[in-house]
């Protein structure tokens, strides 16, 4: 099972800084390793997306699951695919002018075997997530 965090300060209201974690099908455009992300269903439960995430040579198709509560967390969790488990949840508390930004990353790969060669990847995932969510409200704000 891997488990990893990062977390930081950004200068910008958390509600801006939400909304680019929340659009889930732009992901593909600058989150390295998704190539499809689509919201197939609203529900109760949240929004239900269909991704394909490559992880080195390989790639999976799998369905999760998004709770929204703006805007102060997210929490995604993989309905199918290549995970026993995953789960990625984000915190935004305001502070002053910014927001205090926080990612939980829980993975464990089916089966087991996997784990091995692609856990190094998963590892450093948390900390590249935080930080590619970080360039891509900074450009937004920049304009």
Not at 52 to 57: D, H, M, S, T, V
Not at 119 to 142: P, S
């Amino acid at each position: 099972m891997i488990r990893k965090s990062a977390q930081g300060v950004l200068p910008y209201p958390c509600e801006q800084v939400y909304a680019v974690v929340a659009d889930v099908e732009r992901y593909p455009e600058f989150v390295p390793g998704w190539l499809d992300a689509k919201i197939v269903a609203h529900g109760d439960e949240g929004l239900r997306v269909e991704q394909e995430l490559r992880l080195g040579p390989a790639s999976w198709r799998f369905e999760s699951v998004a709770r929204l509560d703006r805007p102060r967390r997210i929490h995604i969790h993989a309905a199918s695919g290549p995970f026993e488990t995953l789960s990625i949840q984000w915190r935004f508390e305001p502070l002053g002018t910014g927001c205090r930004v926080a990612l939980e990353l829980t993975a464990r790969m089916r089966p087991r075997l996997l784990e091995g060669p692609y856990g190094a990847l998963l590892d450093r995932q948390a900390e590249m997530l935080w930080n590619v969510f970080a360039r891509r409200v900074a450009r937004l704000q920049a304009g």
